[in-house]
């Protein structure tokens, strides 16, 4: 059983950043294709990018293209979501997943296998 733990949530005003850590403990993490997602309040949850197991490919979604990257450290269990030119839009909680398939498909339609408990980011406007 994969564990995740996210953090590095809180508020920022838009236009900042934001650095988002997960970890990742009981499983083979080089060996998950992982995916970043956030629900907005009310509204669904939706993908925001993912990476490759060797976080040499990654996808995201049309809404944070220039905007956010993912990164990851195999060496450590990590993947990061690194986030710029927030907007208030972007206020949500997110959440990293965990998949044993390899993807590279940002969609709602991709489904992970694991979840973390997900970490809220606020940007006021």
């Known amino acids: 059983q994969v564990q995740l733990v996210e953090s590095g949530g809180g508020l920022v005003q838009a236009g900042g950043s934001l650095r988002l850590s997960c970890v990742a403990s009981?499983?083979?993490?080089?060996?998950?294709?992982m995916g970043w997602f956030r629900q907005a309040p009310g509204k669904e949850r939706l993908p925001v990018g993912t990476i490759s197991r060797s976080g040499a490919v990654t996808n995201y979604a049309d809404s944070v293209k220039g905007r956010f990257t993912i990164s990851r450290d195999n060496a450590n269990n990590t993947v990061y979501l690194h986030m710029n030119s927030l907007k208030a839009e972007d206020t949500a909680v997110y959440y990293c997943?965990?998949?044993?398939?390899?993807?590279?498909?940002?969609?709602?339609?991709?489904?992970?296998?694991?979840w973390g408990q997900g970490t809220q980011v606020t940007v006021s406007s």
């Open positions: 997943a965990a998949r044993i398939r390899p993807t590279i498909v940002v969609a709602t339609t991709v489904t992970y296998d694991y």
């Open positions: 009981g499983g083979s993490f080089s060996s998950y294709t």
